[in-house]
């Protein structure tokens, strides 16, 4: 069958970047059918941007603001709605998708059977930093170490690599895959959407790195505090995640170095240890999962702005 494939990206009052991401997919092969943008904040810029794109998009405007898996998820319907739609490639609209990107996910997708492939993630700079884990040795100790791509490819070599998660910056997933595990969850409204339906989808399916394939993340710059909240919320979904779902439990054993890491990079403090352990109990204990109240309270308590894109951020769990 000639593949099909749909963009989906959901996005919030960030025309400027969801601009970028649509000009980065044209001239990415005859296998790409257009996109579905989802406008969460229901404005006329992004309408407009969506319009001028030098792809076909169609827009999908929500009643309300559906955050990252909510959104996602109505794009996914949308995008499948369309019979001939054999993949759908969910995108971050901060992301860009180098020349090629495409072609190589779909390469990837023959040799092993995949239903999800993702590429290699860089930063500005052109290191990977955004990755699916955990992989086989030793590429899993390589992708770690902020090589380039090229970098990777030569000490790792360029065939698929099975991974159990995934952030999604970038992700193509099969028409079948999302027929049999379903969209995402609209509860994960913001942190860790990506990491619960990726574990979701390689419970049933295959998925794998395609080393040949590399998109860019260029995610705006954050306010400490912003960081802080976004990473505490992530260790509460987490901790929901792998207490509360089966498909979860796989990240259990990841779990004190995630909390690690916000001790480290949040004050080694007794306060952080504190913040870090009320993620946990939120989250576990109390089967709560940060969400759109918490967002917009956070938001409101800190800046008299109006409030920014409720995207999630891609935080490494090993």
């Given at each position: 069958m000639?593949?099909?494939?749909?963009v989906?990206i959901?996005t919030?009052?960030r025309?400027?970047?969801?601009?970028?991401?649509l000009?980065?997919?044209h001239?990415?092969g005859p296998?790409l059918g257009?996109?579905?943008?989802v406008?969460?904040?229901?404005?006329?810029?992004?309408?407009?941007v969506?319009?001028e794109a030098?792809?076909?998009?169609?827009?999908?405007?929500?009643?309300?603001n559906l955050g990252?898996?909510?959104?996602?998820?109505?794009?996914?319907?949308a995008?499948?709605?369309d019979?001939?739609?054999t993949?759908?490639w969910?995108m971050d609209?901060?992301?860009?998708?180098m020349?090629?990107?495409?072609?190589?996910?779909?390469?990837?997708v023959?040799?092993?059977?995949?239903?999800?492939?993702?590429?290699?993630?860089?930063?500005?700079?052109?290191a990977?930093r955004w990755?699916?884990?955990?992989?086989p040795q030793p590429?899993?100790d390589?992708?770690?170490?902020?090589?380039?791509?090229a970098?990777?490819?030569?000490?790792?070599?360029?065939?698929?690599l099975?991974?159990?998660?995934?952030p999604?910056?970038?992700?193509?997933?099969?028409?079948?895959?999302?027929?049999?595990?379903?969209?995402?969850r609209?509860?994960f409204?913001f942190q860790?959407?990506?990491?619960?339906?990726?574990?979701?989808?390689?419970?049933?399916f295959t998925?794998?790195l395609?080393p040949?394939a590399v998109c860019?993340?260029?995610?705006?710059?954050?306010?400490?505090?912003?960081?802080?909240?976004?990473?505490l919320?992530t260790?509460?979904n987490n901790a929901?995640?792998?207490?509360?779902?089966?498909?979860?439990r796989?990240?259990?054993?990841h779990l004190?170095?995630?909390?690690?890491?916000?001790?480290?990079?949040?004050?080694r403090s007794?306060a952080?240890?504190?913040?870090?352990?009320?993620?946990?109990w939120r989250?576990a204990?109390?089967?709560?999962?940060?969400?759109?109240?918490d967002?917009?309270v956070?938001l409101?308590?800190?800046?008299s702005?109006?409030p920014?894109?409720?995207?999630a951020?891609?935080?490494?769990?090993?």
């Amino acid at each position: 069958m000639t593949p099909r494939v749909l963009v989906v990206i959901a996005t919030f009052r960030r025309p400027e970047r969801l601009g970028r991401a649509l000009l980065s997919l044209h001239g990415q092969g005859p296998a790409l059918g257009g996109a579905v943008v989802v406008n969460n904040s229901r404005d006329a810029e992004t309408a407009r941007v969506a319009a001028e794109a030098p792809i076909a998009v169609r827009l999908v405007t929500p009643e309300r603001n559906l955050g990252t898996g909510g959104g996602v998820a109505r794009g996914l319907q949308a995008a499948l709605e369309d019979a001939a739609a054999t993949h759908a490639w969910i995108m971050d609209d901060d992301a860009d998708a180098m020349p090629g990107a495409l072609e190589a996910m779909l390469a990837a997708v023959l040799p092993v059977g995949a239903a999800a492939v993702t590429p290699l993630i860089t930063d500005e700079s052109g290191a990977v930093r955004w990755f699916p884990g955990p992989l086989p040795q030793p590429a899993w100790d390589v992708i770690r170490s902020g090589v380039t791509p090229a970098e990777f490819r030569a000490r790792c070599g360029g065939a698929p690599l099975r991974w159990s998660w995934s952030p999604w910056p970038s992700l193509l997933v099969t028409r079948e895959a999302v027929a049999a595990a379903g969209v995402p969850r609209a509860d994960f409204w913001f942190q860790s959407s990506d990491l619960e339906y990726t574990l979701r989808l390689s419970r049933f399916f295959t998925c794998v790195l395609a080393p040949a394939a590399v998109c860019r993340h260029l995610p705006p710059p954050e306010q400490p505090e912003q960081r802080r909240m976004k990473d505490l919320w992530t260790l509460q979904n987490n901790a929901f995640l792998g207490t509360r779902l089966r498909h979860g439990r796989r990240i259990l054993r990841h779990l004190p170095g995630n909390h690690y890491r916000y001790w480290r990079n949040h004050g080694r403090s007794l306060a952080a240890l504190g913040q870090s352990w009320a993620g946990f109990w939120r989250g576990a204990a109390l089967g709560r999962l940060a969400g759109e109240e918490d967002y917009y309270v956070f938001l409101k308590s800190f800046s008299s702005q109006e409030p920014s894109a409720p995207q999630a951020s891609s935080t490494e769990t090993a």
